[in-house]
């Protein structure tokens, strides 16, 4: 429904984002001219656990994170979001038994997932990282999801190239990262991997005044990690200048240590130990690849995008 706040009547939606990782609530407002966040949370579920070797989301894993769908999607309906939209990504788009969790999670909240494809992905990152950052000029947008990685090169809001990668930190920890600490000839593997799908993406639309954009959780976490946070604060991670230097300190770090030992590092959730090392080359390998200066960090990404996306009339979600 919506409620009177200063004399202007506005709406609040909401969205759900089942990733292979983490599922994340974001609750909005809307403004006349932008979307302010009321609440936003974060709950690790690892959907895409095994999902590399068996094509399968394993049993254990469905329902822990069906779980955290219902709890999220009460707590949005209980703050009066008037719409939730609820969409999945990698992990469920590349699962055999998808329509097994989809059906799953129908059952417990009255709404099908939608199951974005790499492009709308990548659009809804690059609309919400640029709405956030307020950057202006061409703009590649980089996201490190757990199972695939989005390059998206646009300008003023516009989509020009968008590349879906199927390499994400859960991916590649789970296929390559075998040994704890990880052995020279597994950081070799892991990088020659990356460098392989690096490939297929042409610079097409890169240029001096490119400023690229980092999001998603392996970008955030590194902030938190260079501001030392004992508490995660979106505030300040938004707009973290990450260096290719500090990329690289914090490649040497991450190797050094075994898993156990990087969940004492400040600012490194302990559900992210194990994955952070996969998504700090991806971004360093990035930023290798195109030759980028550094990258400004965003906290909003396709989550913020989708309600954007939303808002501009594209249908979501269905009830049943």
Same mark, same amino acid.
């Given at each position: 429904?919506?409620?009177?706040?200063?004399?202007?009547?506005?709406?609040?939606?909401?969205?759900?984002?089942?990733?292979?990782?983490?599922?994340?609530?974001?609750?909005?407002?809307?403004?006349?001219?932008?979307?302010?966040?009321?609440?936003?949370?974060?709950?690790?579920?690892?959907?895409?656990?095994?999902?590399?070797?068996?094509?399968?989301?394993?049993?254990?894993?469905?329902?822990?994170?069906?779980?955290?769908?219902?709890?999220?999607?009460?707590?949005?309906?209980?703050?009066?979001?008037?719409?939730?939209?609820?969409?999945?990504?990698?992990?469920?788009?590349?699962?055999?038994?998808?329509?097994?969790?989809? =059906?799953?999670?129908?059952?417990?909240?009255?709404?099908?997932?939608?199951?974005?494809?790499?492009?709308?992905?990548?659009?809804?990152?690059?609309?919400?990282?640029?709405?956030?950052?307020?950057?202006?000029?061409?703009?590649?947008?980089?996201?490190?999801?757990?199972?695939?990685?989005?390059? /998206?090169?646009?300008?003023?809001?516009?989509?020009?190239?968008?590349?879906?990668?199927?390499?994400?930190?859960?991916?590649?920890?789970?296929?390559?990262?075998?040994?704890?600490?990880?052995?020279?000839?597994?950081?070799?593997?892991?990088?020659?991997?990356?460098?392989?799908?690096?490939?297929?993406?042409?610079? /097409?639309?890169?240029?001096?005044?490119?400023?690229?954009?980092?999001?998603?959780?392996?970008?955030?976490?590194?902030?938190?990690?260079?501001?030392?946070?004992?508490?995660? =604060?979106?505030?300040?991670?938004?707009?973290?200048?990450?260096?290719?230097?500090?990329?690289?300190?914090?490649?040497?770090?991450?190797? =050094?240590? &075994?898993?156990?030992?990087?969940?004492?590092?400040?600012?490194?959730?302990?559900?992210?130990?194990?994955?952070?090392?996969?998504?700090?080359?991806?971004?360093?390998?990035?930023?290798? &690849?195109?030759?980028?200066?550094?990258?400004?960090?965003?906290?909003?990404?396709?989550?913020?995008?989708?309600?954007?996306?939303?808002?501009?009339?594209?249908?979501?979600?269905?009830?049943?």
């Amino acid at each position: 429904m919506p409620y009177f706040v200063e004399e202007m009547i506005l709406v609040r939606i909401a969205a759900i984002d089942i990733g292979t990782n983490s599922i994340r609530l974001l609750v909005v407002d809307e403004k006349a001219d932008h979307l302010q966040v009321v609440r936003q949370e974060l709950t690790p579920t690892r959907l895409g656990q095994g999902l590399g070797e068996s094509r399968s989301l394993l049993p254990e894993a469905q329902e822990r994170t069906a779980r955290a769908v219902a709890e999220f999607y009460t707590v949005a309906r209980s703050m009066g979001s008037s719409a939730v939209r609820v969409f999945a990504t990698s992990a469920v788009r590349d699962a055999v038994n998808r329509e097994e969790f989809l =059906s799953r999670i129908q059952s417990e909240i009255g709404l099908r997932p939608e199951v974005l494809n790499g492009e709308t992905e990548a659009r809804f990152s690059f609309l919400g990282a640029t709405r956030a950052v307020g950057v202006q000029g061409r703009i590649l947008v980089v996201d490190v999801g757990g199972g695939s990685t989005e390059l /998206v090169w646009g300008e003023k809001e516009q989509v020009a190239v968008a590349w879906s990668l199927n390499i994400g930190a859960v991916r590649l920890t789970e296929t390559y990262l075998k040994t704890d600490p990880a052995t020279e000839g597994e950081l070799r593997e892991l990088r020659a991997v990356i460098r392989s799908a690096l490939r297929q993406v042409e610079p /097409v639309y890169l240029g001096s005044e490119t400023k690229a954009v980092a999001v998603g959780g392996t970008a955030t976490t590194l902030a938190a990690m260079g501001l030392g946070l004992k508490e995660y =604060s979106p505030d300040k991670v938004q707009g973290f200048i990450l260096s290719a230097q500090d990329l690289r300190g914090f490649l040497l770090l991450l190797a =050094s240590l &075994r898993v156990a030992e990087r969940k004492g590092l400040p600012g490194l959730p302990a559900a992210r130990a194990d994955i952070i090392l996969a998504g700090t080359m991806i971004l360093q390998l990035v930023q290798e &690849r195109f030759e980028l200066g550094s990258y400004i960090v965003s906290d909003a990404d396709s989550l913020l995008g989708s309600l954007y996306d939303l808002r501009a009339g594209t249908s979501g979600n269905e009830k049943t």
